[in-house]
């Protein structure tokens, strides 16, 4: 099987802001407690890297469709009636 392998490079004192900003985004509330849940770090990391596979599929399937669309359309004719 394939893989992609991303690197995503910022200053060394970007690192809190970035991951900070990514926790803040996907917190949750405990639906029990209502109290708001922070991921971790290694959390945040798998919730990037899903949303990146989730794109990709997305984006394939878009591209794909409208390539069948395109074919499709190009394939009918006009008829012939007087």
Known sequence: MATFNLVITYPDG???????????H??????????PVVPTTQEV???????MVSNIKDIVQKVERDIAVQAAAAAVTTVDAT
């Open 14 to 24: 970007q690192q809190s802001r970035i991951l900070n900003a990514l926790k803040t």
């Open 26 to 35: 996907w917190t949750e509330e405990d639906p029990e407690t209502h109290l």
């Open 45 to 51: 990391i798998e919730k990037l890297r899903l949303v």
